[in-house]
C-alpha cells in the first residue's frame, strides 16, 4: 500500500522558497558570466602586450635606420648633384657624333687615286651629314669608295651627289655621307650608383 | 519578497552593467591589438624601404671617392668663371701637341641655355690630316666639354685648312 506525501507547508511559503532557489541560481550564473568576461577581458589584455612588444622594437628598429639613413644623407645629396651636373652635360652636348671615328672611318676606306679636296658637315635634328668634295682618277674609283663605305658600321648611308670629267682628265666628285645615328660620343664613364 | 524583487532587479542591472562594460572592455581589446598588428605590417614595410635605402647610401658612401672624381672632372669640364684666355691656352696647346698650326680662334656671344652658358667658338688650324685626327682627338677628350658642331676641311696649296665650329660651356651661377 503506498503513502501519500501531503505538505503541511503554506502555499506561500513553498512559492518563496522555489523563487529564493531560482534567484541564487541566476545570482550564480550571472557570477559565472562575469567571471568568464573579467577572464577574457585578462587574456585579451596579455595577448595585446606581444604585439605592443614587437611594436616597440619595431620602433627602435626604424629609429636606429632613420639615424644611419640621416648621417648618410649627405652623400645622397652629394650624388644628386653630380648626377645633375651630369645630366646638364649630356643634355648639352651628349649629342654629338663621334667626330674621330668618322673622320678615321672616312681615311681608312679611301682607296688610291682618290684625293679628297673638301670635306664639310652639315647637322640635322635626325642627322649627321659629310658632304665630301675630291678628284679621283677614275668614276670605278669613286664607286669603290662607296663600296667601301657602304658595310661600315659608322655610316648610315652613302651617296654620289654628282661626278663629272674635268679638261684635265680627273673626275670631279662629290658625295653625301650620312653618319650612324649610334655613332655617339661618350662624354662621361658612368658612375656606379 | 518585495525585498527579494529589488535586489534581484538591482543585481540585474549591475549585471547587465558590468557585461555591457567588459564586453566594450574585451571588444576595445580586440581592436587595439588589430590596430597593433596593422601597425606593425606598416612597420615592417617601411623598414624593408629603409633597408633598401641604407644599402643604396652605403653603395653610395662606398664610392664617395669616384663621386669626388667626377664632381672635378665636371667642374674641369663645365668651369664656372668664364675666361677665354684659358680657352685659346688650351686649343693652343692642342695645337702644339697635335703639330698643327693654330690660325685664329673667334669667341661668339654667351648665350643661356636651362642650366649652362654656352659660348661659339670658331677656329682655324693648318696640318696634316693625321694631325687634324690627333687635333680632334685633343679637343673631344680635352678637360674642357667641347661640343662640335660643323668641322670643314679644305686642302689648300700649304697643306689642309681645318675650320672647327664649337660650342663650349660655363656653370650659370
Not at chain 1, 541566476?26 to 595585446?48: D, E, P, W
Not at chain 1, 667626330?99 to 676606306?109: C, G
Not at chain 2, 529589488?6 to 540585474?12: D, K, P, Q, R
Not at chain 2, 702644339?96 to 685664329?104: D, E, F, G
Request: aromatic residues 8%; glycine residues 4%.
Amino acid at each position: 500500500m503506498g503513502h501519500l506525501n501531503i505538505s503541511l507547508l503554506p502555499y506561500e511559503y513553498k512559492k518563496q522558497k522555489q523563487s529564493r532557489r531560482k534567484f541564487e541560481i541566476c545570482t550564480v550564473a550571472m557570477c559565472i558570466i562575469i567571471g568568464m568576461l573579467i577572464f577574457t577581458y585578462i587574456i585579451v589584455r596579455i595577448l595585446s602586450t606581444i604585439p605592443m612588444a614587437e611594436l616597440k622594437v619595431l620602433n627602435n628598429e626604424m629609429e636606429i635606420y632613420d639615424t644611419e639613413i640621416n648621417s648618410l644623407k649627405k652623400y645622397q645629396d652629394f650624388s644628386n648633384q653630380v648626377g645633375k651636373m651630369i645630366t646638364l652635360a649630356e643634355n648639352a652636348a651628349g649629342d654629338q657624333p663621334d667626330w674621330l671615328k668618322l673622320f678615321i672611318a672616312i681615311s681608312e676606306t679611301t682607296p688610291e687615286g682618290l684625293q679628297i679636296t673638301e670635306i664639310m658637315t652639315e647637322n640635322s635634328e635626325q642627322n649627321h651629314v659629310f658632304s665630301i668634295r675630291g678628284n679621283a682618277v677614275n668614276y670605278e674609283t669613286i664607286v669603290l669608295w662607296i663600296k667601301n663605305l657602304k658595310p661600315r658600321d659608322e655610316f648610315a648611308d652613302a651617296n654620289l651627289q654628282f661626278s663629272h670629267i674635268t679638261p684635265m682628265d680627273v673626275v670631279e666628285f662629290e658625295i653625301k655621307l650620312v653618319a650612324d645615328g649610334d655613332m655617339i660620343l661618350k662624354l662621361i664613364q658612368e658612375v656606379e650608383q | 519578497m518585495n525585498i527579494n524583487k529589488s535586489t534581484g532587479a538591482v543585481i540585474l542591472v549591475i549585471f547587465l552593467l558590468c557585461t555591457a562594460f567588459l564586453g566594450y572592455l574585451i571588444l576595445s581589446g580586440i581592436t587595439e591589438i588589430q590596430a597593433l598588428n596593422k601597425q606593425i605590417e606598416e612597420r615592417k614595410q617601411a623598414i624593408l624601404i629603409k633597408q633598401r635605402t641604407l644599402e643604396q647610401l652605403r653603395k653610395i658612401k662606398e664610392n664617395a671617392g669616384i663621386l669626388e672624381d667626377t664632381y672635378n672632372t665636371i667642374n674641369v669640364m663645365i668651369p664656372a668663371v668664364i675666361s677665354t684666355e684659358n680657352i685659346v691656352a688650351e686649343m693652343q696647346n692642342y695645337a702644339n701637341k697635335a703639330s698643327v698650326t693654330m690660325l685664329s680662334v673667334n669667341f661668339g656671344q654667351i648665350t643661356q641655355s636651362t642650366d649652362l652658358l654656352e659660348m661659339t667658338l670658331n677656329m682655324s688650324f693648318s696640318g696634316s690630316y693625321n694631325s687634324f685626327l690627333n687635333l680632334l682627338y685633343y679637343i673631344l677628350h680635352g678637360e674642357r666639354l667641347v661640343k662640335v658642331n660643323g668641322i670643314q676641311i679644305e686642302n689648300g696649296s700649304d697643306g689642309l685648312t681645318i675650320n672647327i665650329t664649337a660650342m663650349v660651356y660655363f656653370q650659370a651661377n
